[in-house]
């Protein structure tokens, strides 16, 4: 386990700070994963980690921009410290992740934040009343 887990989980509130994927439903812990990344200089320190659930990770990857699917101007991703989820997405009734701004729908594109297997897991912690919630800044 990455010797920043706890700190990074801690502040996270346990949930990807992407997709706010509750970390209790999985068996295994979250990733933590460097904002800006390493490979291209972004440094160590806390204020560039974040924590992330696989499928976030993966898909995020390198990158730190996005085309927002509605304009196709290419813009940043969401920045877990330093953006407000609840400026750049809101979750509708269903679960799906709607993009308030061109950060959050590029953001949820670059992710895939609403594939049917995400959106049949966020409908389960709902009904377990796991989802949504946590993280307030």
Not at 16 to 28: D, M, Q, V
Not at 60 to 65: L, P, Q, Y
Request: charged share 20%; net charge positive.
């Amino acid at each position: 386990m990455n010797a920043d887990y706890p700190a990074t989980a801690g502040r996270a509130e346990h949930r990807c700070e992407y997709c706010r994927a509750p970390e209790a439903a999985f068996n295994f812990p979250f990733e933590v994963e460097h904002i800006h990344p390493s490979s291209a200089g972004g440094p160590g320190a806390t204020a560039n980690l974040a924590l992330g659930c696989r499928l976030c990770n993966l898909f995020k990857s390198a990158a730190t921009t996005a085309a927002d699917p509605g304009t196709g101007e290419i813009v940043p991703l969401f920045h877990p410290r330093t953006d407000r989820w609840e400026e750049h997405f809101r979750v509708q009734p269903g679960g799906t992740i709607v993009g308030n701004t061109a950060i959050g729908r590029a953001t949820i594109e670059k992710l895939r934040m609403n594939s049917p297997r995400q959106l049949a897991a966020r409908q389960l912690w709902r009904t377990l009343r796991i989802f949504p919630g946590g993280i307030h800044r």
